[in-house]
Nanobody
Framework: VQLQASGGGLVQPGGSLRLSCAAS????????VGWFRQAPGKQREGVSC?????????YYAIPVKGRFTIFRDNAKNTVYLQMNSLRPEDTAVYHC???????????????WGQGTLVTVSS
């Protein structure tokens, strides 16, 4: 997999972070790109997807809707996840992945690389 996530760090509750998902080559080659997260001892949780089509259709999981924004810059071959109003429960390792799809509420991805740790704590 040639998607690399970065931008994680420690932030206080209510703060913001922007994660980046950089592609090796053209980001268009990876289909819909998504983010999922995994907290210690918890199952993987889908966060957001953005389509590869020109309409840039997006999906957000209910826990992050209204706080997170996914967008892509094809010229930079990068997909971003802007995270605002962060909460302690957002603490997790965030991964970006290829071939993101949501079918009947089920979030699925293809392949993913190393994630980036986001810690929300005072």
């Amino acid at each position: 997999v040639q998607l690399q996530a970065s931008g994680g760090g420690l932030v206080q509750p209510g703060g913001s972070l922007r994660l980046s998902c950089a592609a090796s080559g053209s980001i268009r080659d990876y289909g819909a790109v998504g983010w999922f997260r995994q907290a210690p001892g918890k199952q993987r949780e889908g966060v957001s997807c953005i389509s590869s089509t020109s309409d840039g259709a997006t999906y957000y999981a209910i826990p992050v809707k209204g706080r997170f924004t996914i967008f892509r810059d094809n010229a930079k071959n990068t997909v971003y996840l802007q995270m605002n109003s962060l909460r302690p429960e957002d603490t997790a390792v965030y991964h970006c992945a290829t071939d993101c799809a949501v079918v009947s509420g089920h979030f699925d991805v293809g392949s993913w690389g190393q994630g980036t740790l986001v810690t929300v704590s005072s």
